[in-house]
């Protein structure tokens, strides 16, 4: 069966702090993973996808096979980073997410 | 274009009645989902359909209805509205198949807020 687990329901820094939203996922084909995100009042969308290996916004993710985790990382966080994040994957070539259930980012001045 | 549009974007039901939460969409897209969202559950997918007169359930399809008469619209329908169907609904398009030529972003609606008291 297809599972993301977030284990941290609430993340909180202070702004120039490193960031690192956890997502290991259960999959036993090929998956491709993504994370989402949520800001205040604004529709989800996709923040980036692992099989791009792009930085937006300052965030990365690398897919580790072996550990089969899709941690998402940020070096300095901002305050607008402020927001909802969500892993989710899918089949390769097919449209059909899971999500995970999400981890809150509180980035504090 | 208008992307993913939902209405409406607030409802309060009373227990046992139906409505319907219409989706649609202006990019051509094959692929349509609806998800549910609620605290501490992520998103939770009700139906999916990958064409016209194509739909098939997710993980939590009790108590919803879905028909996909047209490529555009995907409407959801709460038969007899329970207390338990409080969330919040997004609708979200896609192309069917990701590829070199397909961007294989799933794009969202803004939300429908649903209370069923």
């Known amino acids: 069966a297809q599972r993301v687990t977030q284990p941290e329901k609430l993340l909180s820094v202070f702004k120039g702090a490193p960031v690192e939203l956890k997502c290991n996922y259960s999959?036993?084909?090929?998956?491709?993973l993504f994370w989402y995100v949520q800001y205040s009042r604004q529709r989800l969308q996709l923040l980036l996808r692992?099989?791009s290996r792009e930085s937006i916004k300052g965030f990365t993710a690398d897919l580790n096979k072996g550990e089969t985790s899709f941690h998402l990382k940020k070096p300095f966080a901002q305050e607008e980073d402020s927001a909802m994040y969500y892993c989710?994957?899918?089949?390769?070539?097919?449209?059909?997410?899971?999500f995970g259930t999400g981890t809150r980012l509180l980035v504090s001045p | 274009n208008a992307g993913v549009t939902q209405t409406p974007k607030f409802q309060v039901l009373k227990t046992g009645q139906s409505m319907t939460l219409q989706c649609a969409q202006d990019?051509?897209?094959?692929?349509m989902s609806w998800y549910r969202q609620d605290p501490g559950m992520g998103l939770r997918l009700i139906h999916y359909?990958?064409?016209?007169?194509?739909?098939d359930q997710g993980e939590v399809p009790n108590g919803y209805n879905v028909s996909r008469s047209t490529t555009e619209d995907f409407p959801l329908r709460l038969l007899s509205a329970a207390p338990s169907q409080t969330s919040v609904y997004f609708c979200?398009?896609?192309?069917?198949?990701?590829?070199?030529?397909?961007?294989?972003?799933?794009?969202f609606g803004p939300g429908t807020r649903l209370t069923v008291l």
């Open positions: 979200a398009s896609s192309y069917a198949r990701s590829g070199p030529r397909n961007p294989d972003t799933q794009y």
């Open positions: 999959y036993s084909g090929s998956p491709e």
């Open positions: 692992h099989i």
């Open positions: 989710a994957l899918r089949n390769t070539g097919f449209q059909k997410l899971v």
């Open positions: 990019m051509n897209h094959e692929y």
């Open positions: 359909s990958v064409g016209a007169g194509i739909t």
